[in-house]
């Protein structure tokens, strides 16, 4: 199975701040990795796929990069809305696994 | 626009089985392009990817619960179910369903989820 990690755990920024939250995965996975974000009692949301395309209706300062083991997602200019928690996801093999997140707070 | 939403008791007791089934409307069950999965989130933690099913019936399951879970389709009614057999608390969760999309393997729609708690 493949393990994926997230650093960090928690992150505090600003509004208007650049945030970049990194995602590793136990083994390569090509591509194969989306991006959610989910605020308190909802669904997560899918904002990245496929490592780097943007989901249809996400703002564009979200962005995502990486290949084999090594990514991540950013966000260059934060907004309020920003503020909530972030996952990462393997879809290369089954079984699927997700990052164990990483909250994002206002400073 | 696709809408997923989850049905199921809101209460199941220990050793029972937990049955859930999610309702998909406003767009294409039908098409071979998707899979349709459910993940859960115990309260407080993180998400546990439990198991997907395509829409000829083909299925994969978490190793962690193989023993104990089953994924079904019913294209009549375009709805998916999930069974968990022999719950304890530690099967306490919300509980989404979710469809892979076109892109990536992603999981592009999402119900809003559906708490289930394991109590006696």
């Known amino acids: 199975d493949i393990q994926m990690t997230q650093s960090p755990s928690s992150v505090s920024a600003s509004v208007g701040d650049r945030v970049t939250i990194t995602c590793r995965a136990s083994q390569g996975i090509s591509t194969w990795l989306a991006w959610y974000q989910q605020k308190p009692g909802n669904a997560p949301k899918l904002l990245i796929y496929?490592?780097?395309s943007l989901q249809s209706g996400v703002p564009s300062r979200f962005s995502g990069s990486g290949s084999g083991t090594d990514f991540t997602l950013t966000i260059s200019s934060l907004q309020p809305e920003d503020f909530a928690t972030y996952y990462c996801q393997q879809t290369n093999s089954f079984p699927r696994s997700f990052g164990q997140g990483t909250t994002l707070d206002i400073k | 626009q696709l809408h997923l939403q989850e049905s199921g008791p809101g209460l199941v007791r220990p050793a029972e089985t937990l049955t859930l089934t999610c309702t998909v409307s406003?767009?294409?069950?039908?098409?071979?392009?998707?899979?349709w999965a459910w993940i859960r989130q115990p309260p407080g933690k993180g998400l546990e990817w439990i198991g997907t099913?395509?829409?000829?019936?083909?299925?994969d399951y978490n190793p962690s619960l193989k023993s104990r879970v089953s994924i079904s389709l019913d294209t009549s009614k375009n709805q998916f179910s999930l069974r968990l057999n022999s719950v304890t608390a530690a099967d306490t969760a919300v509980y989404y369903c979710?469809?892979?999309?076109?892109?990536?393997?992603?999981?592009?729609?999402w119900g809003q989820g559906t708490l289930v708690p394991v109590s006696s």
């Open positions: 496929a490592a780097s």
């Open positions: 979710a469809r892979r999309g076109d892109h990536g393997r992603a999981y592009d729609f």
């Open positions: 406003g767009g294409s069950f039908s098409s071979r392009t998707y899979y």
């Open positions: 099913i395509s829409y000829g019936g083909s299925t």
